[in-house]
């Protein structure tokens, strides 16, 4: 780690260099204008004549040609460089000045003739405060490494589509950040049986994205394990309310919507916990699978009613979350006819391409949401 003393004047530079020598700091290089500086960083074209990483500047800033205020300015507006403390060195006593040196990001002035323990004083001050800077750098850095992994993990635990004999099943995933709370899962139960849900958890993020883990985790089994689609919704709140503490002041919950498909009854059971409608094309005439319970892990005791319907010859079922109509409409509300309407001659496009005709990426919207869509065709 380098200082850098940047001064036209060389007696002022070895003024600098001798106080900085005797309080043990070694590694300095000096600049006598601010093209030479700019040579020093490999700034404006030029490679870098160090290899070392700069810990401080200091600055004069009255100089020929550029003065130390705009060559403040280009050092800080390089990313490699935007954290480095520049602290000017000056015997320019015009307050105005000095407001416009802090204004351009100098971080302290210390004035000439230089006062030594006042120029150690702030240095000291100027380091500790780059240190810190580099030591939170370094632990967002371990964050964001860790978040990925945590994305990968969560990604894995989403079933991949399915495309067999009876139907076919995808899904388009678009999350706000780096970990969603949007999840889905669909799982062939029997012979003809096929269980999907998909269900929005309350906020996104870490402490989202850590209870759709959970739920993930005792999914399956339960979906498998029983039959009827009531329970499973009792289940999963017993579980959701397994999580709440009794000096927690925040209460999880999802909404949800679950269905089971018969190919071999051509009958659809469903139950929506306040999520919003999936739309079912059977026989190619439009059903809302409407919410018919209140969210999963509000209340510790459900109300459960389930739905049903029957298909002659074929059936499609498109599942969102709010994330789409939010995207669609930038937060405004989209009616059922609206959707409905988009989706029924688009509904057997794969679910990217139908969010992608729904959400243009173009429309110049910021994605506040995840974004989720499930779709669901017999064959």
Request: proline share 3%.
């Amino acid at each position: 780690m380098s200082i850098i003393i940047v001064d036209d004047n060389a007696t002022n530079q070895l003024i600098v260099q001798t106080i900085l020598n005797k309080a043990g700091y070694r590694n300095l290089l000096t600049a006598s204008s601010a093209r030479e500086l700019y040579g020093i960083l490999g700034i404006e074209g030029s490679a870098a004549s160090i290899d070392s990483d700069v810990e401080l500047i200091l600055m004069d800033m009255m100089m020929p040609d550029i003065d130390g205020i705009e060559a403040c300015r280009n050092v800080l507006q390089d990313k490699r460089y935007k954290d480095i403390p520049i602290i000017f060195v000056t015997a320019v006593g015009d307050s105005n000045k000095m407001a416009e040196a802090l204004d351009a990001g100098a971080c302290d002035y210390v004035m000439k003739p230089i006062n030594r323990m006042e120029l150690l004083a702030r240095i000291r001050s100027a380091l500790r405060l780059k240190h810190e800077i580099d030591r939170h750098k370094e632990h967002d850095k371990k964050m964001k490494s860790e978040l990925e992994l945590a994305k990968q993990v969560q990604l894995s635990v989403l079933s991949t589509a399915i495309d067999d004999e009876n139907l076919k099943i995808n899904a388009a995933y678009q999350p706000s950040s780096e970990l969603a709370g949007d999840f889905y899962n669909w799982y062939r139960i029997d012979r003809n049986r096929y269980g999907v849900i998909l269900l929005d958890m309350m906020g996104h993020g870490i402490s989202s994205s850590l209870v759709c883990m959970y739920i993930s985790s005792v999914l399956r089994d339960t979906i498998t394990r029983i039959s009827d689609i009531e329970q499973v919704m009792h289940e999963l709140n017993r579980y959701m309310n397994q999580l709440h503490m009794k000096d927690e002041l925040m209460s999880y919950y999802f909404t949800a919507i679950y269905l089971v498909l018969d190919v071999e009854e051509k009958t659809i059971e469903y139950v929506n916990a306040g999520h919003p409608p999936g739309i079912a094309f059977l026989d190619g005439k439009p059903a809302l699978l409407e919410p018919c319970c209140s969210a999963i892990g509000l209340f510790n005791k459900l109300k459960v009613s389930k739905g049903k319907f029957h298909y002659e010859q074929d059936a499609g079922i498109v599942l969102y979350t709010d994330g789409l109509t939010d995207g669609m409409a930038d937060g405004h509300e989209i009616s059922n006819e609206t959707l409905i309407s988009l989706m029924r001659n688009e509904q057997r496009l794969d679910p990217s391409a139908l969010v992608a005709t729904m959400i243009p990426n173009d429309n110049g919207t910021i994605q506040k949401d995840d974004i989720c869509l499930v779709t669901l065709y017999t064959k």
